[in-house]
């Protein structure tokens, strides 16, 4: 079947996401976004799972389709879809209630932004405020762009300030640096926190990995919490208790990555509010590795060995001098009996 443009396709507004766009252009002839899709020729999971929200990263073939129903540039098409695809989302994603005023102040159509289903995405970045956490279940409540404008009416009556995160009034220039790192990846990222020595966005993605593996590290076979998260509790009291899971990541550039993350939006812009202070202040902020456990010392020490020297050296400076006396034990008496004498000798901490 040859397909001819749509008579009426709204254009696509600023960063939109493309499920927000495709539900604009659907409510136009009334039907819903899986029947359009359908209607194009767009060959989509089972209708019954698709939402508007969280749609499938289209192949060329049918970004080529869209483009041509709807007069649209592919490039830009492609651009409108968000990374993260159909990976498994938080319970929580955050949106910023002064771009829906704006959309209203400036006569232009209530739209959802791209990065508003990111669950990196932690404040915005027009506006520089934090993200207002909205329940996913919401969400997926919203089924015509007729809820759509009346969720965001909804949003705007109940929350007439700005609301923001915890004590302070808006994200610090390091968590937005941050941010903006992880959100937008690419080879020629600028990674921020110079010198720290990562010298690429999979670099950075590794190391905030870790460092959330040690957060949410629990004593093995319980609830409780090891020191390492007892620590970070300790220094971000406002978060309530951490309802953790894995995430996935998509890019073009670097490849698929795990996150563990909580699933509430404020637990994330606490943590990383927190990883970014860590960033920007070194071994001031962080912990101290003698009072670790033995097991969580061995985590950590572990982990360490695979970051750039400098960025361990910041960090945790005794940790550094440990690894680097190691690895010289290792060079030179590999892994014989002698190594392990020597490590014991000179009282390895781990
Ligand atoms: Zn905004």
Known sequence: MRLSELPIAPAPQRAE?????????????????????????????????????????????????????????????????????????????????????????????????????????????????????????????????????????????????????????????????????????????????????????????????????????YVEGTDTLGWVAQQVHAKIPEIPPIKRSVFEFRHRNPPPILLTLPHHLRSRQALFAYLATLFSFGSESFIDPSRLPLTEYRRLASFARQWPMSFTEALIPELAEWIRADILLLEKFKCSPRYFEERHRLGFPY
């Open 17 to 217: 996401l493309i499920g927000s766009w495709l539900l604009r252009v659907a409510s136009i002839y009334a039907i819903s976004v899986p029947r359009l899709l359908v209607h194009l020729g767009i060959e989509a999971p089972p209708i019954s799972t698709l939402h508007w929200s969280r749609l499938p990263r289209f192949v060329a073939r049918d970004i080529a389709k869209l483009a041509h129903v709807m007069n649209w540039p592919s490039s830009a098409i492609r651009r409108m879809q968000s990374r993260v695809g159909r990976m498994r989302q938080p319970e929580e994603l955050g949106i910023c209630l002064a771009c829906w005023r704006e959309d209203i102040t400036n006569d232009r159509p209530i739209y959802w932004r791209r990065y508003w289903v990111d669950p990196l995405a932690l404040s915005c970045p027009q506006h520089r405020g934090w993200l207002l956490p909205v329940r996913v279940a919401n969400l997926r409540r919203i089924r015509t762009y007729g809820d759509l404008i009346d969720f965001a009416q909804h949003m705007i009556c109940e929350h007439s300030g700005m609301l923001t995160f915890g004590q302070s009034s808006s994200p610090s220039r390091d968590l937005l640096v941050l941010e903006r790192a992880l959100c937008k990846p690419t080879h020629n990222t600028q990674i921020p926190f110079g010198d720290l020595g990562l010298s690429s966005a999979p670099m950075l993605f590794r190391v905030i990995s870790d460092l959330l593996h040690l957060a949410f590290l």
